[in-house]
């Protein structure tokens, strides 16, 4: 019997960047209210009040592809600064829309999310409210379980932390 090779995931052109809300034109607010819309309200069923108030409080961490002139928003999650959601910095948001999924991007982005807070808030751990079917995913970047299962917008969530550091 034969085996088949394994086909290469291809990971596509993916064009980073960071901005804090000020910086945010209104095309790039309009990309990420749709995207954060059709991830967790469409697809995953959430209702939930997402315009909470962090958002001016954040960096965001846009993930582009395609060209200037023809650019869609292929992933997302945003970096709340110590103090204002918890103590510590936390990531939040953290989406990939459904046409980019499987490809590595999440765990790019969160790489990038860890980085940029290290770079901002050195010596602090980072805390996420992860949805407790992507615990493993979390526990492979550093993070570790901080709470018990809770259920938030319909959804089981786990508070994680990880030690400061990239």
């Known amino acids: 019997m034969q085996t088949v090779p ?4 291809v990971k596509p052109f993916m064009k980073w960047q960071w901005k804090q809300f000020d910086e945010l034109g209104s095309s790039e607010v309009y990309a990420i209210l ?3 819309s059709a991830v967790f ?6 209702h939930f009040q997402d315009a909470d108030g962090f958002d ?3 960096w ?9 002139h023809a650019r869609t928003l292929g992933a997302y999650l945003r970096l709340v600064e110590p103090g204002r959601k918890c103590p510590e910095p936390s990531i939040g948001r953290v989406l990939t829309i459904a046409a980019m999924r499987a490809k590595g991007l999440g ?3 969160m790489r990038l999310g860890l980085v940029r807070s290290s770079e901002l808030y050195p010596g602090l751990p980072v805390r996420i409210a992860a949805q407790q079917r992507l615990e493993r995913f979390y526990a492979a970047m550093g993070f570790r379980a901080a709470s018990a299962p809770y ?10 932390l ?5």
């Open 6 to 9: 394994a086909i290469p995931v």
């Open 34 to 36: 749709a995207a954060r």
């Open 41 to 46: 309200v469409v697809e995953q069923r959430c």
């Open 56 to 58: 001016a409080f954040a």
């Open 60 to 68: 965001h961490l846009l993930g582009w592809v395609g060209s200037d």
């Open 107 to 109: 765990r790019e982005g």
């Open 151 to 160: 259920e938030e917008d319909g959804i089981l969530h786990v508070d994680m």
């Open 162 to 166: 990880r030690a400061a550091g990239p």
